[in-house]
């Protein structure tokens, strides 16, 4: 098991390196961040949008939580949106959903009180809501097909808010995407939720 004062010495290494193979990296970093991408994914720690994407530092804000929800009610997920779209500009936004994920299947296999049974009460209004589709499939893949319409669901949760809407009335170019992670293969899925205007999404969604 990795130790604070082992990470800490990495961190130092890395540091070292950096600034060896680039030496003004870090001041060129600390200038300004100009991130191309806001990253909507799940805090599974297997699943760190920088490495599967290998993107350099600077180039994607991240939002990360169980289940990588974008709840319509959750002031922290507004204010990121808020902040990424109003004042970084990014016109890249990636829900990133993953194969495999724990909350994905511990919202199919219980529910409670528990902060966290209150948060993935979200996944299970989606799983009620496709019940017919789910419940003819096996375990596995009732849980990988849940896992996609989990993604389906929070692009639909982006583009329905004020925050992205507002946006695309004012000529802002932004395209929001849905991702699935395999965790067996390390490749990402496009799902063919992908929207870039609001008479795109809102097509897309009258015939749901």
Same mark, same amino acid.
């Given at each position: 098991?990795?130790?604070?004062?082992?990470?800490?010495?990495?961190?130092?290494?890395?540091?070292?390196?950096?600034?060896?193979?680039?030496?003004?990296?870090?001041?060129?970093?600390?200038?300004?961040?100009?991130?191309?991408?806001?990253?909507?994914?799940?805090?599974?720690?297997?699943?760190?949008?920088?490495?599967?994407?290998?993107?350099?530092?600077?180039?994607?804000?991240?939002?990360?939580?169980?289940?990588?929800?974008?709840?319509?009610?959750?002031?922290?997920?507004?204010?990121?949106?808020?902040?990424?779209?109003?004042?970084?500009?990014?016109?890249?936004?990636?829900?990133?959903?993953?194969?495999?994920?724990?909350?994905?299947?511990?919202?199919?296999?219980?529910?409670?009180?528990?902060?966290?049974?209150?948060?993935?009460?979200?996944?299970?209004? *989606? @799983?009620?809501? &496709?019940?017919? =589709? /789910?419940?003819? #499939?096996?375990?596995?893949?009732?849980?990988?097909?849940?896992? +996609?319409?989990?993604?389906?669901?929070?692009?639909?949760?982006?583009?329905?808010?004020?925050?992205?809407?507002?946006?695309?009335?004012?000529?802002?170019?932004?395209?929001?995407?849905?991702? *699935? @992670?395999?965790? &067996?293969?390390? =490749? /990402?899925?496009? #799902?063919?939720?992908?929207?870039?205007?609001?008479?795109?999404? +809102?097509?897309?969604?009258?015939?749901?």
């Amino acid at each position: 098991m990795t130790t604070i004062k082992q990470m800490l010495a990495a961190n130092k290494k890395w540091a070292r390196d950096k600034k060896k193979e680039d030496p003004t990296y870090f001041k060129r970093a600390s200038a300004n961040q100009k991130p191309e991408l806001l990253w909507i994914g799940c805090a599974d720690s297997r699943v760190g949008p920088d490495q599967l994407v290998s993107l350099p530092m600077g180039s994607v804000f991240v939002h990360r939580n169980i289940g990588n929800l974008f709840a319509t009610n959750d002031l922290n997920s507004l204010a990121v949106l808020e902040y990424a779209i109003d004042e970084l500009n990014v016109p890249n936004i990636v829900v990133c959903g993953h194969y495999g994920c724990g909350g994905v299947r511990a919202a199919m296999s219980h529910s409670g009180i528990q902060p966290v049974d209150l948060w993935l009460d979200q996944v299970r209004f *989606i @799983y009620h809501r &496709h019940a017919a =589709e /789910l419940d003819n #499939l096996s375990e596995k893949e009732r849980w990988d097909r849940l896992s +996609e319409l989990n993604v389906e669901a929070q692009v639909h949760n982006i583009c329905r808010n004020t925050i992205i809407r507002e946006a695309w009335k004012r000529g802002q170019k932004i395209t929001v995407i849905g991702l *699935i @992670y395999d965790i &067996h293969d390390g =490749e /990402l899925k496009k #799902l063919g939720i992908e929207f870039d205007s609001l008479d795109a999404w +809102e097509k897309h969604y009258s015939t749901k």
